[in-house]
Each structure stands twice: as structure tokens, then as C-alpha cells.
């Protein structure tokens, strides 16, 4: 079955359809973006963090003591209702 799925290099486009001004605007924004970061500083771009992976050990200091000992994934097991 052809699906034109092959066209094209990995994460490319075969859409030769121009910019609308509402997009072409975004890209703009996108490629020189002066704001401020809104991801801030991470505990995994720390040396700490460097240093932990050479070693195999956790990360000093992580989970933040307000979520330690607590997993979000971890399941919540009770009585099913009625």
C-alpha cells in the first residue's frame, strides 16, 4: 500500500503549502526567542547530578522534603464501592 509515508527525510515535511502571517510569526518567535526561561533550573542539570549518575546513586537532596517518601505513580489500594 502506498502511503507516501516514505517520502521525505525522518521529521520532515513533503507540504509545500506557504506560511500563513499568523505562522510565519510564530516561527519567528520560536528561532529568536528573548523571554525568560520558564523551566528554570533543574535538579538534573546540576554537578550534583553528574556526579550521581557516574555513580549510580541517587540525587542528593531529591524529592524536595515536602514530597519525600511519596511516588504520585505509586498505586492507592482500597475497598472497591458498592
Known amino acids: 500500500m502506498d502511503t507516501g509515508s516514505e517520502d521525505g527525510e525522518p521529521?520532515?515535511?513533503?507540504?509545500?503549502?506557504?506560511?500563513?502571517?499568523e505562522e510565519r510569526a510564530m516561527l519567528e518567535r520560536l528561532r529568536h526567542s528573548s523571554g525568560d526561561s520558564v523551566v528554570g533550573a533543574t535538579p538534573e542539570g546540576s554537578p550534583a547530578a553528574g556526579e550521581?549518575?557516574?555513580?549510580?546513586?541517587?540525587?542528593?537532596?531529591?524529592p524536595p522534603p515536602d514530597r519525600a517518601g511519596t511516588d504520585p505513580l505509586d498505586p492507592i489500594f482500597r475497598e472497591p464501592t458498592p
Do not use: K, N, R, V
Not at 521529521?11 to 502571517?21: F, K, Q, S
Not at 550521581?52 to 531529591?62: F, N, R, S, T, V
Open 11 to 21: 521529521g520532515g515535511t513533503t507540504d509545500a503549502t506557504p506560511l500563513t502571517d
Open 52 to 62: 550521581a549518575a557516574e555513580d549510580d546513586a541517587p540525587l542528593p537532596g531529591y
